[in-house]
C-alpha cells in the first residue's frame, strides 16, 4: 500500500536535546512538507521541499532544520533551539504537477514531548 | 497575513442530524480543500473543490466552492458516531495569487462532536 509513515509515533526528549523525526513516503510525490499543531490550532508549516536537495523555510522555522537526500525521505530535526518543542508533528506529501498539487497527503504524525 | 475562518469552532449534534459548517477568506481562492483529523491521527483529505460554484460529493459528505471564491462549505447528511473529530479547510497559500505555490494555509477547524 502507498502511504506516508512517521516515526515514532511517540518521543520523549529531555531539554536541550536535539531530536530526529522520521519521515518516508512512497507515492512518487515529489514534495514533500512539515507542519507543527498546537492545541486548539491549525497546523503551521515549519518547512518543505519541491525536489531532492533543495528545501525552503515555512512560517515557524526557527529552532528546526531538515534535509532531503532522497526523494522518499525528509527528516526534521527539532534543535534545542526551539523554545518551546513540544507539540503534534505532521509530515506531508503532495504531486509536482497537475491541477492535484495542492493535494496534500498526511503521515499518522509523531508526538513530541520535551521533559 | 492570511487567514481561513471556519465556523462554528465546535458542535455538538445528535447522531442522525445533518451538519453544516463554513471556511471563509478575505482571499480569492481558485483551490478549497476539506479534512477530516481523527484524535491522535493525521489529517485525511475529504474533498478537493477547483471550480467556483462547484459542488462535490463523498458519500455523506458534500462540499461546496463558493460562487464569490472566498468561502466554502462543507455539509455531512445522517450523523454518525465516527464522523466526531475535527474538520479543517484549506487553501493555497496566497489565494488565487498563490497559484503555483505548494504551500497550504489551514483554517484553526471545526470540532465535532456527535451524541449517540
Known amino acids: 500500500d502507498g502511504g506516508i509513515t512517521q516515526s515514532p509515533?511517540?518521543?520523549?526528549?529531555?531539554?536541550?536535546?536535539?531530536?530526529?523525526?522520521?519521515?518516508?513516503?512512497?507515492?512518487?510525490?515529489?514534495?514533500?512538507?512539515?507542519?507543527?499543531q498546537d492545541p486548539g490550532q491549525g497546523l503551521r508549516l515549519i518547512y518543505y521541499s519541491q525536489i531532492v536537495n533543495d528545501f525552503q523555510k515555512g512560517d515557524i522555522a526557527e529552532g528546526y532544520s531538515v534535509s532531503r537526500?532522497?526523494?522518499?525521505?525528509?527528516?526534521?530535526?527539532?534543535?534545542?533551539?526551539?523554545?518551546?518543542?513540544?507539540?503534534?508533528?505532521?509530515?506531508?506529501?503532495?504531486?509536482?504537477?497537475?491541477?492535484?498539487?495542492?493535494?496534500?497527503?498526511?503521515?499518522?504524525?509523531?508526538?513530541?514531548?520535551?521533559? | 497575513g492570511q487567514q481561513l475562518n471556519q465556523s462554528p469552532q465546535s458542535m455538538f449534534i445528535q447522531e442522525g442530524e445533518d451538519v453544516s459548517m463554513n471556511c471563509t477568506s478575505s482571499s480569492i481562492?481558485?483551490?478549497?480543500?476539506?479534512?477530516?483529523?481523527?484524535?491522535?491521527e493525521g489529517p485525511v483529505l475529504l474533498i478537493a473543490l477547483y471550480k467556483a460554484g462547484e459542488l462535490t460529493s463523498n458519500g455523506r459528505l458534500t462540499a461546496q466552492f463558493g460562487i464569490t471564491r472566498k468561502d466554502s462549505f462543507l455539509n455531512i447528511s445522517a450523523s454518525i458516531p465516527s464522523d466526531v473529530g475535527i474538520y479543517f479547510c484549506a487553501g493555497p497559500t496566497g489565494g488565487y495569487s498563490g497559484a503555483g505555490s505548494y504551500q497550504l494555509t489551514f483554517g484553526k477547524g471545526t470540532k465535532l462532536s456527535v451524541i449517540p
Not at chain 1, 506531508?92 to 491541477?99: F, I, P, T, V
Not at chain 1, 493535494?103 to 504524525?109: D, K, N, R, V
Not at chain 2, 476539506?34 to 491522535?40: I, S, V
Open chain 1, 69 to 115: 537526500e532522497k526523494k522518499e525521505s525528509f527528516p526534521l530535526t527539532v534543535t534545542s533551539a526551539q523554545k518551546n518543542p513540544t507539540a503534534f508533528y505532521l509530515c506531508a506529501s503532495s504531486m509536482w504537477s497537475g491541477r492535484e498539487y495542492n493535494e496534500q497527503f498526511f503521515g499518522p504524525g509523531t508526538r513530541l514531548t520535551v521533559l
Open chain 1, 9 to 36: 509515533k511517540y518521543l520523549f526528549r529531555k531539554e536541550g536535546q536535539n531530536v530526529t523525526l522520521s519521515c518516508e513516503q512512497n507515492l512518487n510525490h515529489d514534495a514533500m512538507y512539515w507542519y507543527r
Open chain 2, 29 to 40: 481562492f481558485n483551490t478549497w480543500l476539506w479534512y477530516k483529523q481523527d484524535p491522535g
